[in-house]
């Protein structure tokens, strides 16, 4: 049986090349899957133009039929975000609309298209709300058919109102580092579950 596969996407509202904190801390839990055996790859969603909507092609150039191809070839996903007024941010809330469309989507044995796929959740910020965030996008993937391991978010948040951002600390925190390697540990561990024992078909 092949390695599991992961693919990070980066809801910071910051194209590229411009420093990111959801980057560093979406490169961090790519490292830690890749001390697992678990390749993967990051992708910054703002610097693919995804169109708003709830269909898997909204045409004109939409970015996100070349997203979903690379969400579709992947065994985990984590979605990395800042937080914004204590809510994921509006990147965020476009792939977890535009993963909706999932719930009409199958794969070749009739299963929704998503079952079978671990995700995992990431988070930073300087004010509160990293498990209120975790809360909003959790549900909304394993709506569309993700499973959820135990404990699979990391996030780091500074205190409220004030500048410091993740990428600013001179080390990580040793508890987001920690939490990391847990979400990435058993992701990984369930995704090679998944994929030895898939979901029953109808």
């Known amino acids: 049986m092949t390695d599991p596969t ?3 996407l980066i809801c910071t509202l910051k194209p590229a090349p411009t ?3 959801s980057e560093l801390l979406g490169q961090q839990v790519l490292d830690a899957f890749a001390d697992l055996g678990v390749t993967g790859s990051i992708e910054r969603v703002i610097d693919h133009r995804v169109a708003f909507g709830v269909s898997t092609d909204e045409g004109n150039g939409d970015g996100w039929p070349a997203l979903r191809e690379k969400v ?7 979605v990395v975000t ?10 965020c809330k476009v792939v977890l609309e535009r993963l909706d469309a999932e719930l009409s989507e199958t794969d070749a044995e009739g299963r929704p298209s998503m079952f079978g796929k671990v995700a995992g959740v990431g988070v930073v910020g300087n004010e509160d709300g990293a498990h209120h965030v975790c809360a909003e996008v959790f ?3 394993g709506d569309v058919g993700f499973t959820i391991p135990a404990q699979a978010a990391t996030y780091w948040v ?3 109102m004030q500048a410091v951002d993740y990428r600013d600390l001179d080390a990580t925190p040793e ?5 990391t390697q847990v979400l990435a540990r ?3 561990h369930l995704a090679r579950l998944l994929k030895a024992s898939p979901y029953p078909a109808d």
């Open 6 to 8: 992961c693919l990070v």
């Open 19 to 21: 420093a990111s904190s």
């Open 72 to 78: 579709l070839a992947a065994d985990i996903l984590v």
């Open 82 to 91: 800042p937080i914004w007024m204590g809510q994921p941010a509006s990147v």
């Open 139 to 141: 549900q909304a993937l």
């Open 158 to 160: 500074g205190e409220a």
């Open 175 to 179: 508890k987001t580092a920690g939490t």
């Open 186 to 188: 058993n992701a990984a």
